[in-house]
């Protein structure tokens, strides 16, 4: 299993539109390659964490990497990881579209607070709460 976690800026003039398509697509796309994890926007910043079989996240990452709609690309984690510390949160890849859903992702990870990267996961979602 493996973790990548980072956050970026969204290109400045990306329409809802082109938001929603990318929410859908994301959501669908990982779900079938039992990719769990979150994305969420907030204030032209995107958070995105990826649990999944180490190979598929390379490549779906150098894909996301390129992808012109957000640039900044800062990685807080790439590494290999024990379990998958979404997959109880969700059956699927999870949009956060909401301060509530991203409150409940909150209150799972204080639950499971001694899990590996679940530390680092809280403290980059923090100053998405606000
Ligand atoms: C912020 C951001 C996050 C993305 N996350 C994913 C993702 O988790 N899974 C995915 O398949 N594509 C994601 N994409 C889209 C990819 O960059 C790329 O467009 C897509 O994987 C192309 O897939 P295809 O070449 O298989 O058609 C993301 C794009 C952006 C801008």
Known sequence: MHTICYVSSARPNITQKELTHLF?????????????GILLFESGKFLQVLEGE???????FE???????????????????????FANYASRFSIVKSKEEL????????????????????????????
């Open 103 to 130: 409150q409940s992702i909150e209150s799972y990870l204080d639950l499971i607070e001694d899990a590996p990267n679940v530390k680092y996961i809280k403290g980059i979602l923090e100053p998405f709460l606000l």
């Open 54 to 60: 180490e190979s598929l996240l390379k490549n779906l």
């Open 63 to 85: 894909k996301i990497e390129t992808d012109s709609r957000h640039n900044n690309i800062f990685v807080i984690l790439n590494k290999k990881s024990k379990r998958k510390i």
């Open 24 to 36: 859908n697509f994301t959501e669908n796309k990982n779900t079938s390659m039992n990719i769990t």
